[in-house]
């Protein structure tokens, strides 16, 4: 048993009572968040950083922030150092996707776990504009890279491009864990069912594909333009033997999502009834693939 098992163990047997002040100890850091959030996009939307209080587009090298990663002219790769000796990892996460989020919700952010690297700790890509953030950790690096000069150390790597082309790369930095990322990162990879990390405000197209369906759907537009859709839809019918679908309501159905904007698939139900409907819903052309590393064995 790990020091995360013992934790929740500990939790778990903790009296009612005691249980209670930690449920509301988790409201209040809930109501902190919000609050925190509402700053971040008050000042986000006037073009200024909540935490440093310049403009997004000013650097000033003594107020080492986090907007400097909207690469603010005057900041080099090398000031990265900066960032992560005063953010940890979860900050740095959190604020790029409250960014992301700006500009389009869901869609920019992209922590699908891919075939071939199922169970890396981390692998994440979030764009905004002309900016894609990438962030990587394989149980390598987790452990640290014992036999090598760098990186010995729990940590993980980052990359930054710019309109494309390469700004950081992967190999430029070994970024240390703190302790709270660390932890973080444990609750996330054992899956516990009583405990999850959620990024308020911050959700991507992950934590939307594995909430409930049916308000996912509810929630979709049709677009126009099927290379900026966040989601693709896939409506299987099949109807029982002898009982075929009227084309009136099939017509009724396709005009409702005209005039809506609401799929197809979010309709179905309610004018297909004695047909079984499955939906399929799958991440669309606009969201961003995860920035491969390559990883190079000396
Ligand atoms: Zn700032
Ligand atoms: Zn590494």
């Known amino acids: 048993m790990d020091k995360l098992d013992n934790f929740l163990q ?22 902190a968040a919000e609050r925190e959030h509402q700053e971040f996009q008050n000042s986000f939307v006037r073009g200024n950083c909540y935490l440093c209080h310049l403009p997004l587009t000013a650097f000033d090298i003594s107020k080492s922030c986090l907007h400097w990663l909207l690469n603010p002219e005057g900041f080099k790769k090398r000031y990265f150092e900066f960032i992560y000796a005063h953010y940890s990892y979860f900050q740095i996460e959190s604020y790029l996707r409250w960014v992301a989020n700006q500009e389009i919700p869901l869609q920019n952010i992209n ?37 090598s000069r760098y ?12 309109a494309e082309k390469p700004f950081i790369n992967y190999t430029d930095f070994h970024i240390p864990f703190t302790e709270g ?3 973080k990162l ?32 509810e929630n ?8 900026k859709s966040s989601f693709h839809l896939q409506t299987v019918v099949t109807t029982e033997p002898g009982k075929p679908i009227s084309i009136d309501k099939i017509e009724a159905m396709i005009k409702e999502s005209q ?13 297909i009834n004695d047909a079984s ?8 052309e606009s969201v961003p693939e995860i920035a491969k590393r390559t990883i190079r064995h000396r």
């Open 220 to 227: 979709m537009q049709l677009t126009t333009d099927e290379n």
């Open 259 to 271: 005039k809506t904007r609401k799929p197809l698939a979010a309709l179905a139900h309610k004018y």
């Open 186 to 217: 444990g609750i996330i990879r054992k899956n516990y069912p009583a405990l999850r990390h959620v990024f308020p405000f911050g959700d991507g197209m992950k934590e939307a594909l594995n909430a409930e369906p049916d308000k996912l759907l």
């Open 111 to 147: 922590a699908l776990s891919q075939e071939d690297t199922k169970n890396k700790p981390i692998e994440l890509t979030i764009c905004y504009k002309s900016l894609e953030w990438s962030f990587s950790c394989s149980e390598s690096d987790l452990q640290g890279h014992k036999a």
């Open 181 to 183: 990322d660390l932890f």
């Open 277 to 284: 409907v499955k939906v399929m819903i799958s991440p669309g």
């Open 10 to 31: 500990t939790l778990k047997q903790l009296p009612e009572d005691e249980q209670k002040i930690i449920q509301s100890k988790n409201i209040e850091e809930l109501d």
């Open 151 to 162: 990186g010995q150390f729990s940590h993980y790597h980052f990359q930054m491009r710019i």
